[in-house]
């Protein structure tokens, strides 16, 4: 799927992603959803997340504090608050360390908890999206606070892109589940 350039897109292919990601997480067997993560036997999964996510429920609570991110910065900056993205102390080179202190901040999250809040969260962006113009999620310069990006941007990277990342997770640790068996 090509990343979005207009609202349609935009909604669709976040509603399609979501929808996919649900599926799968459907489809996994009780051991599979029981079942912690193990990518070591996969030396490609260099990145941090490979190691950091332990479950479907990180993978979910993951999802949930990136829309909240979005949720806050859009409501902060329309109310006249300016924020950056992502809260301080973090920034693009240390945001690997918040994604640590999310996942810290759920290891007493239930799965079923993990997805009520992202059924929730998910919900709470789609609304947010559906009140912006086309021209306002993807013209450059339609909001000072977005910087040098589209607003449009951010929206696709906590859904439909986050939902893809999600989804390559999950069907990996499915694949190890079955070798396994």
Same mark, same amino acid.
């Given at each position: 799927m090509s990343r979005p350039t207009t609202k349609s897109d935009l909604l669709s292919a976040s509603a399609e992603s979501y929808a996919q990601m649900n599926q799968l997480?459907? =489809? !996994? %067997?009780?051991? =599979? !959803? %029981?079942?912690?993560?193990?990518?070591?036997?996969?030396?490609?999964?260099?990145?941090?997340?490979?190691?950091?996510?332990?479950?479907?429920?990180d993978v979910l609570v993951h999802l949930y504090e990136w829309h909240q991110l979005l949720l806050h910065w859009v409501q902060a900056n329309q109310t006249g608050t300016p924020a950056p993205f992502l809260p301080r102390p973090y920034n693009w080179k240390t945001y690997g360390k918040m994604n640590e202190v999310f996942w810290q901040k759920h290891q007493g999250t239930s799965l079923e908890e993990a997805q009520e809040l992202l059924v929730g969260s998910h919900e709470d962006v789609m609304k947010l999206a559906e009140t912006f113009s086309n021209e306002e999620l993807?013209?450059?310069?339609?909001?000072?606070?977005?910087?040098?990006?589209?607003?449009?941007?951010?929206?696709?990277?906590?859904?439909?892109?986050?939902y893809a990342w999600a989804i390559k997770k999950l069907k990996a640790h499915r694949k190890v589940c079955f070798s396994h068996r």
């Open positions: 997480i459907a =489809e !996994l %067997s009780d051991q =599979e !959803l %029981s079942t912690p993560f193990d990518f070591s036997g996969d030396v490609s999964k260099k990145e941090a997340h490979w190691k950091r996510d332990k479950n479907v429920r993807f013209t450059k310069g339609a909001f000072l606070w977005v910087g040098g990006s589209v607003l449009g941007s951010y929206f696709i990277s906590a859904t439909s892109s986050h």
